[in-house]
């Protein structure tokens, strides 16, 4: 099956189909996540454990590497997976795996556990907000030190975090 990504040009008002190399497309679409940093789009698909890098400015795909399946974890859904990126570096979790690797080269750097399954990620201000069971870790982005926690009964994704003013 062929798979792809719709590069979206608001301003210019176009679109473009990104063509993503196999393996993509052959596993279930939940297993696939995006994150942006600046002008780097990254493609995930867990059920492979392969990423793609592409550039958001030429609409070519840079890189493509094996980064390695996460765990899935008793209670996550089968293949979801979630991203983020910052610093220069690809954030992906799925069961109860969270991998870091590098954003340039897609080489893996670490892999750390989560105490649950995980329920999405965002990169936030230098730090690395983590979805895991019925929380919201705060970790440092290089050693995945835990900075903080806060418990969330019930929840079921993180999708969007911003700084509270003041």
Do not use: K
Request: charged share 15%; net charge neutral.
């Amino acid at each position: 099956m062929h798979a792809f990504v719709h590069v979206l040009h608001l301003d210019q008002r176009w679109a473009f189909c990104l063509d993503l190399p196999a393996p993509f497309g052959l596993g279930p679409a939940e297993a696939h996540t995006l994150a942006l940093e600046g002008r780097r789009l990254y493609v995930f698909d867990a059920s492979t454990g392969r990423a793609v890098l592409a550039s958001a400015t030429d609409l070519s795909i840079i890189r493509s590497g094996l980064v390695g399946a996460p765990t899935v974890a008793a209670g996550a859904a089968a293949g979801e997976a979630f991203s983020a990126a910052g610093d220069g570096r690809l954030f992906l979790a799925a069961g109860t795996r969270l991998l870091v690797s590098d954003g340039a080269t897609l080489a893996r750097q670490a892999a750390w556990d989560l105490p649950g399954p995980a329920r999405g990620l965002a990169y936030l201000d230098g730090e690395l907000l983590a979805g895991a069971g019925e929380q919201v870790l705060r970790l440092d982005p290089r050693s995945g030190a835990r900075l903080g926690a806060v418990a969330l009964p019930g929840l079921r994704a993180l999708r969007h975090a911003e700084l509270a003013a003041g």
